[in-house]
């Protein structure tokens, strides 16, 4: 599954081509993703300008000139592929490897843009993502949208709001944090992440984190940040390897050079002075990394 930060790189990598080009054609190749495409999909967004390539949680959001926004989901295995004349390149930067393999060709844009026509192709081997289209102005009342939290970038997620969602819960800080109503978006990896930076333990009730009167302790404003700050810095950091086309076709190495606790148990910790060790525990059938010494 695509974290936010990846989501955000194919974005960032997609809007250039996509914005303000026509969709001329879309070519479905079959009926079909995790669910079925929607109805008389093609016939109602050809001819339509793209607006604007937009994003909520983990969901691109394709906004067309007459109020429809295409709403498409990575599932485990999406990818986009740009291919302008023989240029190809897949925007984002994934953890896993990506398939360029035509028979996992699904859904296509065929776009007309001022400097000639290119396409934009869906390719998902395993198919669990999807597509789906709706007004935009039902898009808050969406399902998969109704009860999402705030983005994790942007003021909107402070201490004081996690405060309100902690008070006198006995939830662990992992699961808390995974809760897709406290915070839109964010995931296994990100989670753990940011609760090393923000020196807490996965296992710490939230209650913990907030005084008798309902105000954030510092260790929450902390954590606060920790969440903005890993997930602003894991974007930019993808977004700079996107510009440098390091590797355009999925990097296996660079966000695991990112990671300060996931994924590294057994390994010494690097907060500074620690001198622990990271550990791997799991929590509601999910593994989490952590320094017990450091993290408490
Ligand atoms: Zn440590």
Request: hydrophobic share 30%.
């Given at each position: 599954m695509p974290e936010l930060p990846e989501v955000e790189t194919v974005r960032r990598g997609l809007a250039p081509t996509m914005e303000?080009?026509?969709?001329e054609r879309l070519e479905l190749?079959?009926?079909?993703?995790?669910f079925p495409l929607p109805r008389d999909f093609a016939a109602r967004v050809e001819g339509r300008r793209i607006e604007a390539l937009s994003r909520r949680a983990k969901y691109l959001l394709i906004d067309l000139e007459d109020g429809a926004t295409v709403i498409a989901h990575l599932g485990m295995s999406g990818s986009f592929r740009i291919e302008a004349g023989a240029a190809t390149d897949m925007p984002g930067v994934f953890h896993h490897e990506r398939s360029k393999d035509e028979k996992h060709d699904h859904v296509l844009f065929h776009l007309e843009r001022q400097d000639g026509p290119v396409r934009v192709i869906y390719n998902d081997p395993r198919r669990f993502g999807f597509m789906d289209l709706v007004h935009r102005a039902e898009l808050d009342d969406y399902p998969a949208f109704r009860d999402l939290g705030p983005e994790?970038?942007?003021?909107?997620?402070?201490a004081d709001y996690l405060a309100t969602r902690f008070a006198d819960r006995s939830q662990p800080l992992k699961s808390a944090l995974l809760d897709q109503k406290v915070i839109?978006?964010?995931g296994n990896i990100y989670v753990c992440e940011a609760l090393w930076r923000a020196h807490l333990s996965p296992t710490r009730k939230v209650s913990t984190l907030v005084t008798k009167t309902g105000k954030p302790k510092p260790e929450l404003t902390l954590l606060a940040s920790s969440i903005r700050e890993v997930i602003a810095d894991a974007i930019e950091a993808g977004g700079s390897s996107l510009r440098d086309h390091i590797q355009t076709d999925g990097t296996l190495g660079y966000f695991q050079h990112f990671f300060r606790a996931y994924d590294r148990e057994g390994r010494e910790c690097l907060?500074?002075?620690?001198g622990g060790t990271v550990e791997r525990i799991v929590q509601s059938g999910r593994s989490t990394f952590y320094c017990r010494r450091c993290q408490k």
């Open positions: 303000g080009a026509r969709l190749r079959r009926p079909d993703l995790r994790p970038v942007g003021n909107r997620l402070s839109a978006g964010l907060t500074d002075g620690c």
